[in-house]
């Protein structure tokens, strides 16, 4: 892969385009292991730069949540002391970028440039990042001073690792010219706020890449070597951190100076009002700096996101720290250059105003209110518009217009450019950097004395303040201009600098405003500490002087709580928790909200912590308060939220005292807490350090560092007084003071503590990992690589990040995904969405699918079937649970393996193991999932009723993008598991998972908890919850009112009451039902939430729903409460999720059935019309097993005789010819081949049949009959097995099975049969068989070759689908436990009759068994076959019929049908319809233009059959050269018939579709023509043919013409390919190939043998070959061609097509006796067929009876000859052992179909076996590029159609089939189709519009 991504350039993509993006926490790895795999110096893929350096980039596309900017910031936040680190975000969004560390660091010194040069063909990801001084490019720059030593001139970095995202990135190549619109107001990105839904926010972003660096000397064997760079890539790789859910302290200033007063700030502006009026100067931008020091040292990107947070976005972001503790950032509105190629982007931002102005006045009259800032934006404009008329051909303008910020407003004009030739991207860049900046906008004009007046006026260095940031490429650049900046030294000193213009007129009291005002985005963003905070030595002091020790302790805990991340306290009133309540209150970094009660506070914490993922303490005083949080902590322990439960007590002497407010509260929550701790009063008995430790502990135990898990801590403070912050004596007790030694603060230790401002501990989090040796991990691998059926079952998760990682986990298993609602999987394209509804059915059950493995990963899931397939999938080799924590979640003890690991590492060692991710969920499930999705839209969206289950839907595809989702248990949550919209668009699919309080599945305090996430997660939430769930937590509706509230949205279903128990079966129970679980109420919630002062909406329709919530999912929305009241009452709930799961039950199964094709015959005796026998084969055998048998019943018995080949057998198709694993189990089952039985019964018309089996036939039809007791009339099993009765058979059963499957499977890999053939020995020599070979030679060779035609590896598939292993107990009698669903009483109404051979041990015994129950309990009859073994059926085919015969004789009455002659119909209605079909390319004639479409009419024909009016179809599309009438003329004489009709409306007879000449002689008597055309006839009888079919009720429209001939019809018809050269023969897995031939016969053979070797060489030992020579030869010419044929050629020929041509005289005579000539001359090499000497020169089917010529074949064309005709000859032909073959014109699918339905009724008995193969000539669906068929006819074909590999997949006929049965159903929907489309138009006529007649 590596090798293939070579091109050149620089750029190495591990990934392709077809592959997700990985995990963050997977990327790196997978770059250090692809460098790891790099060996030499990879010099073709490097970029080669000056002076033989290379330059590479591996890159790797990302899989992350957005906003892009706060991906960054938490990405090198994670990178804190791998210095130098770097970031850089476009305004417009079009590039953000991180990187840290270097591959290479330019720093100009001496002559060298400012920059560093990239050369062009260096590819556009590979940027630098950094900036120069502001003076770089002076003559006489200022020295560096010593806070901006480490920057130096310039500094220019080559990230070793980068992160970006953006339309620039490589993941796209680049981006495009222009890509911020000809230089007009830019938009701007969204950097991560501390609030908000911002951009991305909860979506994956597009194009994020992680990439790594590496910069080398080629040939170098020094530090500067390829390895040397490699190894030093792979540790920073190594080193790398993944973000982290971390709290970052806000920041404060302790102090504020200015480098120089206001003052001396205003002297300097006088004196350069002083130099304008001397000339000396135009204009100066004057700076100052002000140096904020703060309370404690921060990271410096902490402090950027800081800043970040708190400005309005539509800025520049820039961050550069060389490096630890010294960072420069800027935030600036102005952009330097946009460099793309030759276009050049720039702009001139002057003039400024406060925002309030700009609110005031707006825009227009702003910019002309003042005459200053206008002369001050000119100036720039003027300077910047002539240093680029100095670069540039070309300079367009944008309009001026007003740039606005958050604080302030200025002029903006820009410019885009087109560069001089020449100029590289390096010339540009140098100009704009060393000539352009610094503009006037920061410096002034001139530029060289505005230097020198702003060096002499500012005695500080300005560094990087305003000077050229950004990145450089190759040829796409941008630099910004660095003003709004700020330098960090030390950690904890911000140097904030800013500037304005000064020009005559300016006021300086209002420029140092102005000043002051551009600052604020810093100088606000850390306010004064307050007076309370402190750090270090007066952190110590502060302490020391705490009023009492409780204040004392209670401060100290809150320190530590903030300093580990504890930043979120729920406090909940009261006087003993007064201590913890006031050192929150007046602590600087916490967060905090009040909540009135104790049950809901902890809830709302309970929430808050879910959302952060971080702890949250609640605080509550002592007694019932602490009681009432017990709910909380039980779900937080359950659902492993980390909870910090900090309850205040009174002293431990006053318990069991009868003190007030008093109770026992150690221990009080039992086993749930985590760790808990009883602390005693506060004392200086107890060392500060001590309680720092216990808190530290407190937090590692809730966090889940310390191994067990993530949940609630208790700590038990007693107070003793005084509880308020006050000094001195005791309140209740003066006699004691509550002062304490100040010692006890002053310690080594506590200074220690406070001075570094970090926990006083940390423990280190113990994740679980995996080892590489796990041996279950290992069995995992295996099973992944070798393709096994794997299900992740995917429970609660709780992050993004794990979301992702599932899913790359599951995609590397190849598994299907089933994930529950909170796993945040649920609605992503990876997943099987509905696979709840799916397990509805009982073909996707856990056994029948053959699952190979189950993984459960997550929480608890709340679908029962969902939980109920995890039981049912306990004999699954592999059975794991993983766990984050070392807990048991394993329900119903079935699980065999337990990995307690971290998700990170599970990912890790599935990349290691080279597994590559899967782009999707399994074909298989897809398709099911999507037949699902179709099913539940339309059953949900039908009509304007209110359901719930269409709320949840309608949730799940309204919610806001990055709004977060929260779900009660009970219905809601249900509801959306089982009907949430997926979404298909991976990048719009949501990330983050819904919240639900599923650890313990409580409904009480939902709200609460949802009001807590949603403050939590700081961005909009919705809450979906039900009535009752409501009620119990109606308190919460507090924390929604007022105006700090957050944006929660309460979609409130209420349906009166309990509707969950509806579901129940306790819902049967009436007299109990309600009230005690139906709950009535009549609560009105809009009462309620007035009462609140909550906004409340009723809606009682989906259109009022869906426009409340979509104005609710606005940025602007408040709180509010959405009450649905549903339409449906409760039972009409459940009966309404019954049927959408009965319905997607039923979806699955046309699904499932549509897969498989089954091949069957069915053949009619004489008299016809009793029940059928329906004869099925067994293992390895095929429907021709039954040959000699179907005969007999036929011939001898007059039995009518279905016989199909199982799936896997003979001729059936099960899935694609790429079958899936899902499909090569699911497909073999025996209940999915019951039901696709049933289906072709149905099909056919048979309402009831009997059934004979074989073997595994057998076994078939004993469940057929259990399944389907009142259609089966009775079953004759053969030697087949009813059933094991114990485990322990089943399990031996299936182990034997699976290892011969295996065996086949290897076998089928082979070339050659060798193998086959000693399978088929060792089979075939059992004692069942009773030594067939060496007893009965002519059968067991008779069987050999049949089972070498066989697929071997389907035929596996159906010996473990069909196991006798996962077969039910058909035992009359049977009592086992294991036995199917069927009771015995329902199997006992069909009856049995068994039969064995007598020389069969094996099934001797069973029937001798079955011999012995009683006849009372079950009517059986057994019998005995004589003279045969196992094989009875090829043994003793007489016997077997006999039986069969006898049988079906007794079970079956004749059937009481009406003669077909007696009914008629009345004509209804007839037209036409004209058609044009484009062909794909033009069709090319003998004479005449080419044709590059084909024009037809559609005849529609109505006949009344009672009330109701049906249709037939059908196609008249004359061929010229072909057909002798033109198309006008076809369609002047269709007129006149259908006219004729409309006029008469005759009666149809149902006889006429006998075709037994009785269609003719309708048509002459009632066409109203004299002399129907051949294409017009043909036209009308497919019409009338399909009429009649559909009016009958027949299988199909050919079945009446069947049955009148009593002959048989098949599934399937071949259809043969068209080709004229050997290019035409494609890879479509065509098996005959018909090849036109006719010119140069010598050639023409060579050709035929080239041909032949090709055809053979893709199609296998079946190819068979068709030539057709259209009589061009003369009896030489002929021979020399047959003559030149090879014997491989002869060998595959199935017949020469009209070889010679017409004699000049002689007629009919002469012309056969050409061929009877040409055969002796070739030795008979090559038999002969007609065609059109049958149509064009009178040659008949008796005359061909006279040819002693071999004739193989009939080609008969039934547009021109006519359907009845093409019958007619068709019946003769069979009769004398010729093969009709069908041929088509280039008609659409229409005639099509027809040809194929009459090919089909008129196929040969199935046990006559002639050499041409039953292909027929309608390959020319190939040459059309449109079809009016629906579906087109090209999708009725299977066979390979447009594959690329044929092989033994195709079964034992291969090549292109069409069914009959879907050719009918294809007809039955077209002409349905024209009909109601004819309704539509003839209604829209009605209104005046015109018709387009034109299909």
Not at 1751 to 1758: G, Q, T
Request: proline letters at 5%; glycine letters at 8%.
């Amino acid at each position: 892969q590596l090798a293939r991504n070579m091109v050149g350039n620089g750029l190495l993509n591990l990934q392709f385009s077809e592959q997700r993006a990985l995990p963050l926490s997977l990327a790196g790895r997978q770059l250090a292991q692809s460098l790891e795999a790099l060996g030499a110096s990879p010099v073709s893929a490097a970029a080669e730069q000056p002076g033989g350096w290379f330059v590479l980039r591996l890159e790797v596309s990302v899989a992350a949540q957005g906003p892009p900017v706060k991906l960054l910031l938490d990405w090198l936040s994670a990178q804190s002391g791998l210095a130098p680190r770097a970031l850089f975000a476009a305004r417009d969004g079009s590039l953000a970028m991180a990187g840290v560390g270097t591959a290479h660091l330019y720093s100009p010194s001496g002559d060298l440039g400012l920059l560093p040069h990239l050369s062009p063909n260096t590819h556009d990801s590979i940027r630098y990042i950094g900036g120069t001084r502001f003076d770089s490019a002076a003559s006489t720059p200022r020295p560096v001073s010593s806070e901006w030593q480490s920057f130096g001139r310039g500094y220019w970095m080559l990230p070793r690792i980068e992160i970006s995202t953006g339309s620039q990135n490589a993941a796209s190549g680049g981006s495009s010219v222009g890509s911020e619109a000809s230089s007009c107001p830019s938009t701007h990105i969204s950097p991560a706020g501390s609030s908000g839904a911002a951009e991305g926010a909860g979506r994956l972003l597009p194009r994020v890449v992680l990439a790594v660096q590496l910069r080398w000397l080629d040939g170098s064997s020094a530090d500067d070597s390829w390895a040397a760079e490699r190894l030093r890539a792979i540790q920073a790789l190594r080193r790398l951190q993944l973000p982290k859910s971390s709290f970052s302290r806000p920041g404060f200033a302790t102090s504020r100076s200015d480098t120089a007063s206001q003052a001396d700030f205003e002297a300097k502006v006088h004196e350069a009002l002083q130099a304008f009026a001397s000339g000396s100067l135009i204009k100066v931008v004057l700076a100052r700096r002000v140096l904020l020091e703060l309370l404690w040292e921060q990271d410096a990107v902490e402090m950027l996101r800081q800043v970040v947070g708190s400005v309005y976005k539509r800025h520049y972001l820039f961050f550069l720290e060389p490096e630890q503790g010294t960072a420069f950032m800027s935030l600036t509105p102005e952009r330097l250059c946009r460099v793309q190629g030759e276009h050049v982007w720039t702009e001139a931002v002057a003039g400024t105003w406060p925002i309030a102005d700009f609110d005031k006045i707006g825009e227009a009259a702003l910019l002309s209110s003042s005459a200053k800032h206008s002369s001050e934006h000119q100036l720039v404009v003027d300077y910047i518009c002539r240093l680029l008329d100095g670069i540039s051909s070309q300079v367009k303008n944008c309009d001026t217009h007003i740039l606005k910020l958050k604080h302030l407003v200025h002029i903006k004009q820009s410019y885009h450019a087109i560069a001089q030739e020449g100029l590289s991207t390096s010339d540009l860049l140098s100009f704009f950097c060393e000539q352009m900046s610094p503009t006037p906008a920061v410096c002034g004009l001139p530029l060289e004395p505005a230097r020198t007046f702003i060096q002499s006026a500012e005695s500080w260095d300005r560094g990087y303040y305003a000077s050229p940031c950004g990145v450089i490429g190759s040829r796409n650049s941008e630099l910004m201009v660095a003003i709004r900046s700020a330098l960090v030294c030390g950690g904890k000193l911000l140097h904030v600098y800013a500037g304005a213009g000064i020009v005559p007129g300016s006021d300086p009291t209002e420029e140092f405003a102005e000043i002051s005002l551009k600052m604020r985005q810093f100088t606000d963003t850390f306010p004064d500490a307050p007076s309370s905070s402190s750090s270090g030595s007066s952190l110590v002091t502060s302490l020391a002087v705490m009023p009492n020790i409780n204040s004392l302790w209670a401060a100290v805990l809150v320190e530590e709580l903030v300093r580990l991340g504890v930043s979120g306290f729920v406090v909940c009133p009261g006087s003993r928790s007064t201590p913890l309540v006031v050192a929150v209150a007046r602590h600087p970094s916490t967060y905090h909200v009040v909540n009135h009660d104790e049950r809901a506070g902890a809830y709302y914490a309970l929430g808050w912590a879910k959302a952060i993922q971080r702890p949250v303490a609640i605080i509550v005083t002592s007694g019932t308060a602490v009681a009432n949080l017990l709910p909380a902590t039980v779900e937080a322990a359950q659902a492993q939220v980390p909870l910090i439960l900090l309850t205040a007590d009174r002293p431990a002497e006053l318990r069991d005292t009868g003190a007030n407010q008093t109770i026992i509260q150690p221990n009080i929550f039992g086993v749930y807490p985590r760790w808990s701790k009883d602390f005693p009063p506060p004392s200086t008995e107890y060392p500060l350090q001590a309680l720092l430790g216990d808190i530290d502990l407190a937090v590692a135990h809730a966090a889940g560092n310390l191994g067990r898990g993530a949940g609630p801590v208790h700590l038990n403070f007693c107070f003793r007084e005084n509880l308020a912050p006050d000094g001195g004596a005791v309140r209740g007790a003066p006699e004691r003071s509550s002062e304490f030694c100040k010692a006890y603060v002053d310690t080594f230790a506590m200074h220690r503590w406070a001075a570094a401002a970090k926990p006083r501990s940390v423990y280190a989090n113990l994740a679980l990992g995996l080892s590489r040796n796990c041996s279950v991990l290992e069995d995992l691998i295996a099973a992944a690589r070798s393709g096994a059926r794997i299900v992740v079952l995917v429970g609660t998760l709780n992050t993004a990040d794990q979301v992702l990682l599932v899913e790359d986990v599951a995609l590397r298993l190849g598994a299907a995904i089933f994930g529950d609602i909170t796993s945040g999987l649920r609605q992503r394209p990876s997943v099987v969405a509905f696979s709840d509804q799916l397990l509805n059915s009982p073909f996707l059950q856990p056994e029948l699918l053959q699952l190979d493995g189950l993984v459960c990963i997550g929480g608890a899931m709340c679908s029962a079937r969902h939980n109920a397939f995890v039981k049912a999938a306990a004999s699954a080799k592999l059975h794991i649970r993983v766990a984050s924590s070392p807990v048991r979640m394993d329900q119903d003890h079935v699980a065999t393996d337990h990995l307690p690991c971290c998700l990170s590492s599970l990912a890790d060692l599935l990349l290691d193991a080279g597994l590559e991710p899967c782009t999707g969920p399994p074909k298989f499930w897809a398709r099911l999932s999507d037949a699902a999705g179709q099913v539940v839209h339309s059953m949900l969206t039908c009509g304007s009723v209110l359901t719930e289950p269409l709320v949840a839907h309608s949730v799940s595809r309204l919610i806001a993008p990055g709004a977060r989702l929260q779900i009660s248990s009970s219905m809601p949550i249900r509801d959306l598991d089982f009907f949430a919209k997926p979404c298909h668009d991976l990048l719009q699919a949501p990330m983050q998972p819904p919240a639900a309080n599923r650890g313990a599945s409580g409904i009480d305090g939902v709200i609460s908890t949802a009001v807590g996430f949603c403050r939590g997660a700081g961005v909009p939430s919705t809450l979906i919850i039900g009535d009752v769930a409501s009620l119990q937590d109606l308190n919460a509706l507090q924390q929604l009112a007022g105006p700090e509230a957050p944006s929660l949205t309460i979609v409130l279903i209420n349906n009166g009451g309990g509707g969950i128990f509806s579901f129940l079966p306790i819902a049967q129970h009436k007299d109990v039902m309600s009230p005690f679980f139906e709950e009535p109420h009549n609560t009105s919630f809009a009462d309620v939430c007035t009462a609140f002062g909550v906004s409340h909406i009723l809606c009682q329709t989906i259109d009022e729903f869906e426009a409340a919530y979509v104005l609710s999912q606005s940025k602007r929305s408040t709180p509010c409460v959405i009450e649905v009241q549903p339409t449906l009452s409760c039972e009409e709930n459940v009966a309404f999720h019954k049927d959408i799961g009965k319905a997607v039950s039923a979806a699955a199964r046309i699904e499932l059935l549509s897969r498989i094709k089954l091949s069957w015959t069915y053949t009619l005796g004489a008299s016809g019309g009793a029940e059928p026998l329906v004869l099925l084969h067994g293992w390895l055998g095929e429907k021709a097993d039954w040959a000699e048998v179907s005969r007999l019943l036929v011939e001898e018995y007059d039995r009518d005789v279905l016989s199909v080949d199982l799936p896997g057998h003979g001729s059936s198709q099960a899935g694609d010819d790429d079958q899936d694993i899902w499909e090569a189990s699911s497909l073999f089952s025996i209940p999915v081949v019951v039901e696709v039985l049933t289906d072709l019964l149905t099909q056919l018309h048979i309402h009831k049949a009997v059934f004979a089996g074989y073997s595994l036939g057998g076994r078939v039809a004993m469940a057929w009959a259990d399944r389907y007791p009142d259609r089966c009339l009775g079953v004759i099993a053969l030697s087949a097995n009813p059933g094991l009765h114990t485990a322990c058979e089943r399990h031996e059963r299936w182990q034997h099975d699976i290892q011969v499957a295996g065996k086949l499977k290897s076998i089928s890999f082979g070339s050659s049969n060798e193998g086959f053939d000693n399978f088929l020995e060792r089979w075939y020599s059992a004692p069942l068989w009773a030594d067939l070979k060496g007893r009965r030679p002519d059968v067991y060779n008779r069987m050999l070759e049949k089972r070498r035609r066989g697929n071997k590896q389907l035929v596996s598939r159906a010996l473990v689908g069909m196991s006798l292993a996962l077969q039910p107990d058909f035992w009359p009698n049977t009592t086992s436990s294991s036995s199917a669903s069927s009771s015995s009483s329902i199997r006992a109404r069909w009856p049995l009759w068994y039969a064995y051979g007598e020389l069969d041990a094996k099934f001797a015994n069973i029937g001798k068994q079955l011999a012995s129950i009683s006849s009372a309990e079950r009517e059986v009859h057994v019998s005995a076959i004589p003279g045969a073994g196992h094989a009875l059926v090829e043994e003793n085919p007489v016997e077997v019929a006999r039986l069969c015969a006898a049988v079906a004789s007794w079970l079956c009455s004749a059937s009481t049908k009406q003669d077909a002659g007696f009914l008629d119909f009345e004509l209804a209605a007839a037209w036409s319809e004209p058609m044009h079909i484009m062909l794909k390319a033009p069709l090319l004639l003998s004479r005449g233009d080419p044709m590059p479409q084909r024009s037809g009419q559609l005849v529609v024909v109505q006949v009344r059959r009672g009330d109701d009016v049906l249709s037939g179809l059908g196609e008249i599309t004359p061929l010229p050269l072909f057909h002798r009438e033109t198309l006008a003329e076809a369609e002047s004489q269709l007129s006149l018939v259908l006219a004729h009709w409309t006029a008469t409306l005759p009666k149809v007879p149902l006889c006429i579709a006998q075709l037994d000449g009785s269609m003719g002689r309708w048509l002459d008597q009632n066409s109203g023509v004299s002399n129907l055309l051949p294409s017009v006839r043909a036209g009308l009888e497919m019409a009338l043919l399909h009429v009649l079919g559909v009016a009958s009720h027949a299988a199909h429209l050919g079945a009446m013409a069947a049955s009148a001939r009593r002959r048989c019809w098949s599934a399937e018809v071949g259809v043969n390919s068209l080709v004229a050269r050997e290019e035409d023969l494609g890879c479509d897995g065509a098996r005959v190939v018909k090849l036109k031939v006719g010119k140069e016969p010598l050639q023409d053979a060579e050709r035929t043998c080239r041909l032949v070797e090709l055809l053979i060489s893709r199609v296998g030992p079946q190819a068979r070959l068709r030539l057709d020579a259209n009589q061009a030869w003369t009896v030489d010419e002929a021979a020399v061609f047959i003559n030149g044929l090879s014997d491989g050629a002869v060998a595959i020929t199935e017949y020469l097509e009209e070889p010679v041509s017409w004699p000049t005289e002689g007629g009919v005579e002469k012309f056969l006796a050409s061929w009877e000539e040409l055969s002796e001359r070739t030795g008979g090499r090559v038999h002969f067929a007609a065609d059109e000497s049958l149509t064009e020169t009178g040659v008949c089917c008796e005359d061909l009876a006279r040819c002693k010529a071999p004739i193989a074949a009939l080609v008969l064309k039934p547009s021109l000859q006519g359907l009845e005709k093409t019958t007619e000859v068709s019946s003769w032909a069979l009769a004398n052992g010729v093969r009709p073959v069908l041929s088509s014109a280039f008609e659409s699918g229409v005639a099509l179909c027809h040809f194929a339905i009459l090919a089909a009724s008129t196929a040969s008995l199935p046990w006559i076996r002639g050499g041409v193969s039953p292909c027929h000539g309608l390959g020319t669906f190939t040459r059309l590029a449109e079809d009016v068929l629906h579906p087109p006819f090209a999708d009725l074909m299977t066979g390979h159609l447009g594959g690329s590999d044929v092989g033994e997949a195709a079964g034992a006929t291969g090549g292109w089939q069409v069914s009959l049965l879907r050719c009918q159903q294809a007809l039955d929907a077209t002409v349905n189709a024209i009909v109601a489309c004819r309704g539509e138009q003839g209604a829209a006529m009605a209104n005046g519009a015109s018709r387009d007649r034109t299909l």
